[in-house]
Structure formats: structure tokens, C-alpha cells
């Protein structure tokens, strides 16, 4: 039976994510998460998340709202509790301290926990248990393959419960790259029917793969930039997966991703030493200073070219072309500062640049949100090198402060800057990397026209009100009402 206060007009939505802004963050998906649901209420979506309780979650403010919810994987229990936390929406927190309570979210020091099969069974069980007892919903829309079990066990062992009759799923994929793999064992360990191992199933080359399940099992599907949507069904981009994404692409979706314009404001952003705007980019400049000081580059690089890097050291995010292309890049008398961690091999490049032209280039390595926000500030331009990119938030963040990026055309890079704006390469190669650095340093030279190339970025909107619009059709699509 559906609640009383139940308008059909209206899409009731849990989203069933394994991070969300501001209690749990790894990357952009936490941003996602945080901000979708504010941005669909202006279209009368009444949607709420769920997401587990991690160590770093702090229960203060928030309400026990259901004391004793176990979960049954075969003969094993979980008991787990439902929180709410104090959110402009119902944000629900599945507590289960044995699974949860740790210091990473997937892992640590690079090494994912060898239960994460279990845990995040647990977690969709429990998020279907919320959809049962807390929000019921029309859509479930499950975000990566953390949450891909949902559809899976709504099609197999829960496919003749009244109560999710008519519930349909929406799978998001953020980022093809990362699976959730696990041995052909693993099904037995989360209840799940030997059935589903099979090549239109979750059989992933001899092991289960949960985002294929996701794939496979949801109603619909979508991804978080257009370009995005079509190179994942390559082989180039698909990651073994591009054929059972191709069977499925007429219901797959890209809707690119929006930000939060209150959080990435040059105007009132917190963490920058000086406000400054589009109308005077004044403070813009003392931002610059004040980011070489902290970093410790020389006074003479005011003059010159300040590129800013915040990105995870991976391949993926072309840490091996900048180091392939550093030397001609620092030939072009540019600097650099760059933020982030990553793989260790890449960690240690990035040091070794440091240290071979200490003048020139300064690495942090590590995770800082205020100092994100003042190399975006403080920053000429900004690189994005990415083998692949989903959707990207940097680049898009760059636009509003005036730092103009320089990106290789993939994914949501490719979808978001446009000639006037930025720099874009295609080909993935230090080389065609170091000539659109060159681009940008010979457009920096006129400065008049360098700073209208910095004002056209900062008129341009991306925030979440037209993606959430794109994401309200979908879920009315998907439930049948358009």
C-alpha cells in the first residue's frame, strides 16, 4: 500500500550511492549525489539517499530512525540500524559498525578490502530495506558498482514482492574503469542464484563483475557526459564491457554533470585570500601571489603562465604524458603547481619534476580542499591531460574562475570546452599535449584578449538546473509517464 501523502505526478526517488557531499567524499560522485537531490526538488521530485555509515561520519544531530533492520546473505546476519542525518532531504545512513566502521571507504593504502563483495551486498539489501519500510519510491537510481546488486536482486529473489511492484531501477555509471570484480565465489557469499553467471549476466571472464550486473539488471541506464556515453560502447573505452553496452544503448543516457555554484564561486568562495568576479579580476591577481608564496615559487612567475593541476595521480588522468611532455613544457618559461595522490609510481614522478626544477615546479601530494580551491583561483590555466574522463568537474570549475582549461578531447572534457574558452588535444601523447600547452602560452601573451577568453568561461552555466531536468524525464520516462 502506498503512503498517504503519494501524488503520482510526483517521482519519488532514493538514490543508493556509496559516497555522498559533505558526510563521505572519494571523488565526484560524492559532489554528484550531494547536489542532485536540492536540484531536483525545483521540478517537484521528492528524492532522498541513502548511502552506509563510515568511521568518518559523525552520528551527531542525526536520528535512529530504524532501530533493528537485519540482513540475511544465505545463513549469515548483518544487523544493521538506519540513521537520518540532519540534510536538506532525507539522508539515510545504514550503520552496520563490523562492515563499515574503518578508515577507507573501500580500502586502504591502496588495497581494497578483500570483503567489499559482502559489504556492499549488505549495503543494497539494507537500501531496499529502506525503500521497504522508510521512502517508498518509484525509482531506485543506483549510482556505480557499489549499489549495482539493487537491480540485480530486484530481478532475481525479489522479483514477486508486492512491494516493489512497479519500482524501477536507473544505474548510473561514473566511471567505467572500476568494476567491483570478485571471484565466481563470491555469488554463494551474497545469496545470489548461480543463474546470474552468465555472459548477459554478471560473468566478467572467469569472475563476477557487480557493475555488469548493474548493467545487465536495471531498467535504464545513464552516464554522466554524452561523449561519455558513446565512447564507453568502444573497445577503446568499454573496458570489456562494450558489448553488453551496446545491447543495452537504447536505454543508455549520457546527461552531463552540473556543480555547485555554491561551493565554486570566485565571489564568495571562503578559502580564497581575496573575492573577485568576472566584472573585476582584480583579486584575481592576489590570489595568483599569494598561491606562489604558498607554494614557493619565485615573484617572477606573476608575469608568466601559472598552470594548476588537482587531480588523482593516475595514467587515467594523464600523469604519464605530463611527464613525458614536462621539459618542453617548462622550455615554454611556464610554471606549475600541482595537488593530488595517487599511484606511487606517480607520486614519485611528480616529486622528481619538483626537485629538477624547483623554481619552476611545486607538488603537494595529498588531499586539500581549501588549497584545491586556491590553485583554482590562483592558477592561469588548468591541465587536464585524462587518458578518459566521464564527466569532469575541475575543467568546469576552472571556467568559473577565470582559469583557462587545457584538456585532451574525451568524455565530458570534450563536452564542455569549446573553442574560445579553452584548449583541447585529441590524440594522447606528450607530444600533442605539449603543443596545446604552446597554444596557451601564445594566447596568454595578448593579455587583453587572454582576459576575454577568461570572461567568456566565466559567463558560461553549468549548474545542476538543466541536468536535473534531463535526470526528471528520465526517472518520469522510466516509470511510464511520458
Not at 588549497?371 to 588548468?382: C, I, K, N
Not at 587518458?387 to 582559469?403: A, F
Not at 600533442?432 to 596568454?444: G, P, Q
Request: a neutral charge; proline letters at 6%.
Amino acid at each position: 500500500m502506498l503512503p498517504a501523502c503519494y501524488n503520482s505526478d510526483v517521482a519519488r526517488v532514493l538514490m543508493v550511492s556509496p559516497e555522498a557531499a559533505p558526510l563521505a567524499k572519494t571523488g565526484g560522485l560524492a559532489d554528484v549525489v550531494g547536489a542532485l537531490p536540492t536540484a531536483l526538488g525545483a521540478y517537484g521530485d521528492e528524492v532522498a539517499v541513502v548511502m552506509p555509515r563510515y568511521a568518518g561520519i559523525d552520528l551527531k544531530g542525526a536520528r535512529r530512525v530504524y532501530d533493528s533492520l537485519p540482513v540475511y546473505l544465505g545463513r549469515a546476519r548483518f544487523d544493521t540500524a538506519i540513521y537520518q542525518a540532519a540534510e536538506a532531504f532525507p539522508f539515510y545512513l545504514v550503520d552496520c559498525p563490523p562492515l563499515y566502521d574503518r578508515k577507507g571507504l573501500y580500502g586502504e593504502s591502496g588495497v581494497d578490502y578483500p570483503d567489499n563483495h559482502i559489504r556492499f551486498a549488505v549495503f543494497a539489501r539494507a537500501a531496499l530495506g529502506v525503500a521497504r519500510f522508510l521512502f517508498r519510491t518509484d525509482i531506485l537510481h543506483c549510482h556505480d558498482w557499489q549499489s549495482a546488486l539493487v537491480p540485480v536482486y530486484l530481478k532475481t529473489m525479489l522479483a514477486s514482492d508486492p512491494t516493489f511492484l512497479g519500482v524501477k531501477t536507473l544505474f548510473t555509471i561514473h566511471n567505467l574503469g572500476y568494476q567491483g570484480l570478485f571471484p565466481k565465489t563470491a555469488l554463494a557469499e551474497v545469496a545470489l542464484n548461480a543463474s546470474v553467471y552468465r555472459p548477459d549476466g554478471m560473468e566478467f571472464f572467469g569472475k563476477v563483475s557487480y557493475i555488469k550486473g548493474g548493467i545487465a539488471f536495471a531498467d535504464g541506464l545513464s552516464t554522466v557526459s554524452p561523449t561519455y556515453a558513446r565512447e564507453i560502447q568502444t573497445p577503446e573505452y568499454g573496458f570489456g564491457l562494450d558489448g553488453v553496452l551496446r545491447a543495452r544503448t537504447a536505454v543508455l543516457e549520457g546527461i552531463l554533470n552540473g556543480v555547485d555554484y555554491r561551493d565554486w564561486n570566485p565571489e564568495t568562495d571562503r578559502f580564497l585570500p581575496t573575492p573577485y568576479s568576472a566584472g573585476d579580476l582584480g583579486g584575481k591577481r592576489i590570489c595568483k601571489r599569494e598561491l606562489l608564496r604558498e607554494f614557493g615559487l619565485p615573484e617572477a612567475a606573476m608575469e608568466r603562465p601559472l598552470i594548476g593541476m588537482v587531480s588523482r595521480l593516475t595514467s587515467q588522468k594523464g600523469a604519464d604524458i605530463l611527464v613525458e611532455a614536462v621539459d618542453g613544457i617548462v622550455a615554454e618559461d611556464v610554471y606549475l603547481v600541482a595537488l593530488g595522490s595517487g599511484e606511487p609510481r606517480y607520486e614519485e614522478s611528480f616529486r622528481s619534476m619538483a626537485a629538477r626544477y624547483p623554481d619552476r615546479i611545486a607538488v603537494r601530494i595529498g588531499y586539500d580542499n581549501p588549497l584545491a580551491h586556491r590553485v583554482e583561483a590562483g592558477a592561469d590555466m588548468f591541465l587536464m591531460p585524462s587518458r578518459y574522463e566521464p564527466c569532469g568537474l575541475n575543467q568546469i570549475y576552472s571556467l568559473g574562475y577565470g582559469t583557462v582549461p587545457v584538456v585532451r578531447a574525451t568524455g565530458g572534457l570534450d563536452d564542455t570546452i569549446e573553442e574560445g574558452i579553452g584548449f583541447k588535444f585529441a590524440e594522447y601523447s606528450g607530444a600533442a599535449l605539449l603543443e596545446a600547452v604552446r597554444s596557451a602560452v601564445r594566447a596568454f601573451a595578448d593579455g587583453d584578449a587572454w582576459r576575454e577568453t577568461m570572461r567568456r568561461g566565466m559567463a558560461k552555466d553549468f549548474s545542476w538546473k538543466k541536468s536535473a531536468g534531463a535526470y526528471s524525464a528520465l526517472y518520469q520516462r522510466l516509470a511510464g509517464r511520458r
